[in-house]
């Protein structure tokens, strides 16, 4: 917790008024903590009670007397007249105790965040204060009272010694912190006079049960670990139904969530594993726990419940009846419900009305039939994000680059168990390294057996032979995919009938292991995937190769009707798994193929093919392409050459088409560029532009020559070419720039026209809109509305690594622009939504950190800083660039926030000379506190 003066400062009028106003709940806050420290130490201190807001601030009742305490915060030293009045009123207060009005010894305590000032000082030394007065601040805390807490300097030093105490009280499972903010709010309420009792007191007697108040009656649950990390979309433990399912494997995280979650829930909540407990047994043997639990102090009621001769189900309507007239809801969370057989759990069910439950099971037959009878959904946990797993993995002394974080969220479906079990593997066998673990978790070779592979082995295990088949054949698919899909992927591969693919698909859905996501799609559970994998590999030859087929199929039919990039990376694998390198190579001309680039799979089947007697000399140039195309696209020159001359070797031996030719040419013609060999590029271009048999040739050809150009710094040139193209490009959809103003991509597939290759000319479209923002902002002539066009029609395409590449330009451009509030918007808006919704995580710490980056330069210090925190997790699997990136950007935006932080200073102070007093108080010269 930070005083006002090192947090950003809001926009408000007076920022006086504002400190004014922070000061005088500073100082509540301060003395409810400090109450809160009187209550943990009253047991101990044998205190009878404590009363808030009396006479004075606090008063302690003993055996002995009582203790007035008067609090004090300040911002200063105490002066001997800030505590003039409270003194007039002590010796009112002693003179009742004197005359037997008020029991005991009185004993009075002045505690102050602040030293005395010199004048105090020298009046306690000169001992004139009277002798029960005691003066207490944090550089002078007396051992005379064992009852008080120590004056703090500071919340944040209240907030941690009241936390180190309530660590120690034996009411486990209410986090300490958690149990200090709820002491501090009764305290208010206290204060205020306004509780059921209208009273100011709380009874040392009391205290136990007030504790157990709080913890809501947890003593059951599991204890959560001492740090959670919440799933992604986690449920509130609350819910307007009655009956809840959360469903998940050994692993999930379904216990750790229900009682974390029960540790802030306001409600009563108990916990009950059912275990091994026979079905018939479990209304009885629940009724007692939580009759003797929730109904103990009503022995009347009790009585009522455990009547002689009353059945199991007979004692648990009476005490819910109990819980309805005491207007109590209690909500209890059933362990391992799956156990219980479904006719016993839905009699518990229907014998209630105010019991609220909460379900945790794992996948088995139980919870179909449940979810059919009594008319209920499960609820799965999503498993923690990629941050999470980062985060959990570093703490455990492991590390990653995002792609291997990211492989093992996949691998382990994000399930808390698996992550923390496989980075123990990591850590144990591949020295920390992830990503080594993922390589060989891929090829199915990791040596070491990890928890949650003996676990889903058993669950595995348990289905029937053709569940364990189907489920085998589904987990090809690492995307979702359609009921259709699922059934033609079934019916082909098995060989069944469609009916009967139903079916499969009902039984597999029935085993939670599959998952079902956005428009009613369905996919494996990944943490399944990998066993469903491993069985493939024993099943028949022909089923595999069935299933393939059926897949790829299913693939390129729904490419034509839906550009999803994340399915052309599938078929290509798929591709590649049918060794099919023909139609591998055709698919490198495809746009969606250069816009997804080439992974190091398709890069190595591609060189495969080179040295494959079978290839025909056509395919074989087209394999060179598109590993030419690669190694220019991430800087790999050393075998360019070596490539263009088996190319060109290729031309003159073979009477290939124009665009073979074209290909070669332009990949020759930026190679060219890049070395800045201007000379080669107009031989080059003057040579084969005169045969250009088309306009849509002469497009891509002008705007490969309008690369070199930029390249070759000829902006002027360069600027005139990508207008040519650009315009061709509006003609052919029917449209001008200024059709587009204003429009999302949404409207603008409503006002285009739509040509045959019309995602071919959208791409070919927005890749010049880049191109001509880019050279235009290289020639001095920014025009960010090009680059806004462009993200619109890489979006219409799906093109979403292209469209994150000119957002982070165009949020560039905005911050040379001084126009941070847009560079942020841009980033929130368009660039990180594409990244986390298309999966970029190649990407992911770059744009995470040029966004922090951009929060600091719009004021936001504090986001900008706990951005770059939650990004350290990724920093080990960095390269020495990326990292040194990295570290300059947080040096960058600690820089932005001390400059932003002494600007604040200035204006909520205005002008002070650097040798007067601060005028936060503290008593030093302004150049040695705000000033410095």
């Given at each position: ?405 990211e492989q093992l969220r996949i691998y382990t479906g994000g399930l808390p168990l698996y992550v923390q079990s496989a980075a123990k593997v990591a850590i144990s066998e591949y020295e920390g390294n992830v990503d080594t673990l993922c390589a060989e978790l891929q090829q199915q070779e990791n040596s070491v057996e990890t928890p949650q592979e003996v676990i889903l082995s ?334 619109k029609f890489y979006n219409m395409v799906g093109a979403g690594d292209s469209m994150v590449r000119v957002g982070q330009d165009l949020a560039d451009q905005f911050v040379s622009m001084k126009d941070f509030t847009g560079a942020r918007e841009v980033m929130e808006q368009h660039v990180l939504p594409v990244v986390n919704k298309v999966g970029l995580v190649g990407k ?89």
């Open positions: 917790m930070q005083e006002s003066y090192n947090k950003n400062v809001p926009d408000v009028l007076d920022t006086a008024q504002l400190t004014r106003i922070e000061s005088v709940h500073r100082g509540f806050l301060y003395q409810h903590l400090y109450t809160v420290g009187c209550l943990l130490l009253a047991q101990e201190a044998e205190v009878e009670s404590i009363m808030v807001e009396l006479d004075e601030d606090i008063e302690l009742v003993t055996e002995q007397g009582r203790i007035y305490v008067q609090v004090k915060t300040r911002s200063k030293p105490i002066i001997p007249s800030e505590i003039s009045g409270a003194l007039e009123r002590f010796k009112d207060l002693r003179k009742e105790h004197d005359e037997g009005r008020r029991k005991g010894k009185a004993s009075f305590v002045f505690v102050a965040n602040q030293s005395p000032s010199i004048q105090l000082q020298k009046v306690i030394n000169d001992k004139k204060l009277p002798p029960d007065v005691v003066f207490i601040c944090p550089q002078s805390n007396s051992d005379k009272f064992s009852v008080l807490p120590p004056a703090w300097e500071s919340l944040t030093d209240a907030v941690a010694w009241c936390i180190s105490l309530a660590e120690k009280l034996n009411f486990s499972l209410l986090s300490p912190e958690s149990l200090i903010w709820k002491l501090a709010g009764l305290a208010q309420l206290a204060a205020t006079g306004n509780t059921a009792e209208k009273q100011h007191v709380f009874h040392t007697k009391d205290l136990p049960t007030l504790f157990e108040q709080l913890i809501v009656q947890l003593q059951d649950f599991p204890s959560p670990p001492v740090y959670y990390w919440p799933q992604k979309h986690e449920p509130p433990l609350i819910s307007d139904e009655r009956v809840r399912i959360i469903c998940g494997l050994s692993g999930a995280g379904k216990t750790t969530w229900a009682a974390q979650s029960a540790q802030h829930c306001l409600q009563l909540c108990a916990y009950y594993d059912t275990g091994d407990i026979p079905g018939p047994a479990l209304a009885s043997t629940l009724v007692r726990e939580l009759a003797a639990k929730f109904a103990k102090p009503n022995r009347d009621e009790l009585r009522k419940i455990f009547l002689p001769g009353v059945s199991g189900f007979e004692a648990l309507r009476a005490f819910d009846s109990f819980l309805g007239q005491q207007e109590a809801t209690l909500i209890l969370v059933l362990d391992n419900a799956h156990r219980i057989p479904v006719d016993n759990l839905r009699d518990i069910l229907n014998a209630t009305q105010n019991l609220r439950f909460v379900l945790l099971c794992q996948p088995h037959d139980n919870v179909r039939e449940l979810e059919a009878i009594m008319g209920l959904q499960r609820k799965t946990l999503f498993g923690w994000d990629i941050d999470t797993v980062a985060k959990a993995v570093d703490e455990l002394g492991g590390y990653a680059t995002a792609q291997g974080y058993r669950v595995y295990q348990g289905f029937e032979k053709l569940v364990q088949d189907s489920l085998a054949l589904f987990s090809l698919a690492d995307v979702g995919l359609s009921r259709d899909e699922v059934s033609e992927l079934l019916v082909n591969s098995l060989k069944v009938s469609t009916k009967g693919a139903a079916t499969i698909l009902k039984k597999m859905r029935a085993t939670g292991t599959v998952e079902i996501f956005g428009n009613q799609m369905l996919k494996v559970h990944d943490a399944v995937r990998a066993l469903g994998l491993q069985h493939l590999e024993l099943m028949e030859t022909e089923v595999k190769n069935n299933a393939l087929l059926a897949l790829k199929e299913l693939l390129v039919v729904s490419l034509h009707k839906n550009r999803d990039t994340s399915r052309f990376a599938l078929l290509t694998q798929i591709y590649i798994k049918l060794n099919d390198i023909k139609t591998l190579i055709d698919l490198s001309g495809e746009e969606l193929f250069y816009e997804m680039g080439i992974n190091v799979d398709i890069l190595a089947s591609l060189e495969r093919a080179l040295t494959a007697d079978t290839l025909k000399p056509l395919d074989k140039f087209w394999a060179l392409d598109g590993i030419a195309f690669y190694e220019i696209k991430v800087g790999k020159p050393e075998k360019l050459i070596q490539r263009f001359e088996a190319m060109e070797a290729l031309l003159v031996e073979h009477e290939f088409g124009y665009g073979e030719q074209t290909a070669y040419v332009m990949k020759r013609i930026l190679f060219s560029a890049e070395n800045g060999d201007a000379h080669e590029v107009k031989r080059l271009v003057e040579k084969f532009s005169t045969n250009i048999p088309n306009a849509d040739h002469e497009r891509i050809f002008d705007y490969n020559h309008a690369i070199a150009l930029w390249r070759l710094k000829k902006y002027k040139k360069a600027d005139s070419l990508c207008l040519k193209v650009i315009e061709g490009y509006y003609d052919l959809l029917g449209i001008s720039s200024q059709d587009v103003i204003g429009k999302n991509s949404d409207v603008l597939w409503t006002v285009i026209d739509r040509p045959e290759n019309v995602h071919e000319y959208l791409k070919h479209l927005a890749d010049a809109l880049e191109l001509y923002a880019t050279n235009r902002e290289a020639w001095g002539r920014p025009t960010p509305f090009a680059r806004i066009h462009s993200m992911l710490v770059q744009v995470r950190s040029q966004y922090a980056v951009i929060l600091a330069l719009d004021g936001q210090h504090e986001d900008a800083i706990a951005e770059m925190r939650r990004l350290e997790p990724y920093f080990e699997g960095l390269t020495g660039d990326q990292r040194q990136e990295f570290e300059e950007q947080s040096k960058y935006i600690s820089h932005i926030s001390d400059v932003g932080s002494r600007s604040t200073t200035k204006q909520l102070f205005g002008k002070v000379g650097r040798n007067e007093e601060c005028p936060c108080g503290s008593g030093l010269k302004y150049k040695k506190c705000h000033g410095a």
